[in-house]
């Protein structure tokens, strides 16, 4: 029975369920399977042909044993899981000229790819949740995505509330619609005059208070939980069997090399590209930034140190703390808990720290990196159109330009993930001089009720963000053990 592990070498023998519910090890660490599956050419070419849900699936059952979730169950729960995307396979490739394949991973509620793992997560929490007679809180702050994914992922579920808190003012204007258009009892949204930063104060309070999370089974539903990096495995198996030229591979010869581009920012993806690479998928990562350059300056040069944010044009990858790439250390030393305990806990407490030469050699060998400006963003987004008819995000944009920029050779098929799509980010289409048609589903959130509540600045705003949001909780936790329904 796969049994999970953390990073950082004091955690081990836990089961899906607890990791589920867990986020954070006991230890600081991030969780993982303590063993690696591998998929042998035989299942790879066997797979070949599935549907993205069936991927999810497969992928799904190597990690969640069916004493816990019965194969018949996990089917059910995929399968609600991903409708209501708006392509019939959840994803599409654009094949676009010159070999650039895009992997689009926006046809979600939110149009972001979090949509994928953070419906399937969900759907797994309120699973046990029903079969254990229970309800769980979850308390969400966001700089835009994350709130909105687990907003229309949650939404009308018997077993979770969902209480999110974002900075008024400092998310798009799409971002905000997709939050507070959402009218379901166990939905509450608060608005906060100040940064995620801000928002994060009250936040932390209100976790460290072991009494209120233990009587209204609070949670956090952020990347560091390990349902939503094993979700992402199914994206990069979902590309390679697709692009890398599997079908026309001869048995018995090695498998071909796929190429696999992507934006990063807390390196989530990199870490499940990685994993999947270690499953035995000859995958070759690239890993492409903004001017937030810290996994470029790790993989180039061992400064694996955090700076001051840059604001760009591809927000969502605005991040100097990329904290998956515990994952990936882990997975590059072969679990070394100690080494990694070591390593993360003096970056997080000194804000950085110089990797030994030979551990960075080893990660410049399974990954690549490059990074790029807001002006070299804003030129690929234009460059791809004046070629293909092609909008992208600039999220996208930082991968694409990748593609530009480094030619490679007709033997090496490539992928670049989209992670969102450029409806959610008008203002940079707009500043690369282009214009996109938003999707009849955008449009109509203009038209829809909204309902959400503030929290005002205070001179003691902080104390009074954390008894708003705990008189919140409780009287949501005390309506639904009275059955009753509970209205914001």
């Not at 204007?173 to 997709?178: A, G, R, Y």
């Not at 903004?290 to 955090?306: A, C, P, Q």
């Amino acid at each position: 029975m796969m049994q999970y592990c953390s990073t950082r070498g004091g955690v081990h023998g836990w089961d899906f369920h607890d990791v589920l519910f867990s986020g954070y090890a006991p230890d600081g660490g991030m969780f993982m399977p303590e063993s690696v599956p591998v998929l042998s050419p035989d299942t790879m070419r066997s797979w070949r042909g599935l549907s993205y849900t069936q991927l999810v699936v497969e992928v799904a059952s190597l990690f969640v044993p069916t004493q816990l979730i019965p194969r018949q169950d996990l089917q059910v729960l995929v399968g609600e899981a991903l409708t209501g995307f708006s392509v019939a396979e959840v994803l599409s490739i654009a094949r676009l000229k010159d070999g650039l394949s895009v992997l689009e991973l926006f046809h979600g509620e939110t149009l972001a790819f979090k949509d994928l793992a953070m419906t399937c997560t969900v759907r797994f929490l309120n699973y046990f949740l029903q079969k254990q007679n229970r309800r769980a809180t979850v308390l969400v702050g966001t700089s835009g995505d994350t709130g909105g994914s687990a907003i229309q992922s949650a939404r009308g579920l018997s077993g979770l509330d969902v209480v999110v808190v974002y900075p008024r003012g400092r998310v798009t204007p799409v971002q905000e619609k997709h939050m507070i258009t959402c009218l379901e009892d166990n939905i509450h949204v608060f608005a906060a005059d100040g940064s995620s930063d801000d928002i994060d104060q009250p936040l932390r309070r209100l976790f460290a208070d072991q009494e209120l999370v233990r009587s209204h089974g609070l949670m956090s539903l952020n990347s560091v939980n390990w349902s939503r990096v094993m979700i992402q495995l199914a994206h990069f198996i979902y590309a390679y069997l697709e692009l890398s030229g599997l079908e026309q591979a001869v048995a018995d010869v090695e498998l071909p090399e796929l190429e696999v581009v992507v934006p990063t920012g807390g390196a989530g993806n990199i870490a499940a590209g990685y994993l999947v690479k270690q499953m035995g998928v000859p995958l070759k990562l690239v890993s492409m930034v903004n001017s937030n350059d810290i996994v470029h300056r790790l993989v180039t040069s061992g400064d694996f140190s955090m700076s001051a944010v840059t604001q760009t044009l591809a927000p969502a990858i605005d991040i100097q703390d990329p904290y998956n790439m515990e994952r990936v250390f882990w997975l590059l030393l072969g679990g070394d808990g100690v080494a990694v305990k070591h390593m993360m806990e003096e970056f997080q407490q000194a804000r950085t720290y110089s990797v030994p030469e030979n551990h960075r050699k080893l990660l410049s060998q399974v990954l690549s990196t490059g990074t790029v400006t807001d002006e070299e963003i804003l030129e690929t987004m234009r460059r791809c159109w004046e070629e293909n008819q092609y909008i992208l995000c600039p999220h996208t944009a930082v991968a694409v330009w990748h593609h530009y920029h480094c030619p490679h050779s007709p033997r090496l098929n490539r992928c670049y993930i989209a992670t969102a799509s450029p409806a959610k980010f008008q203002a940079a289409v707009q500043r690369a001089g282009l214009t996109f048609d938003l999707p009849e589903a955008v449009l109509a959130l203009d038209k829809m009720s909204i309902r959400y509540q503030n929290l005002e600045r205070s001179p003691n705003w902080c104390k009074d963000w954390e008894d708003r949001l705990r008189e919140k909780i409780q009287s949501v936790s005390l309506a639904r053990k009275s059955k009753g329904t509970y209205y914001c």
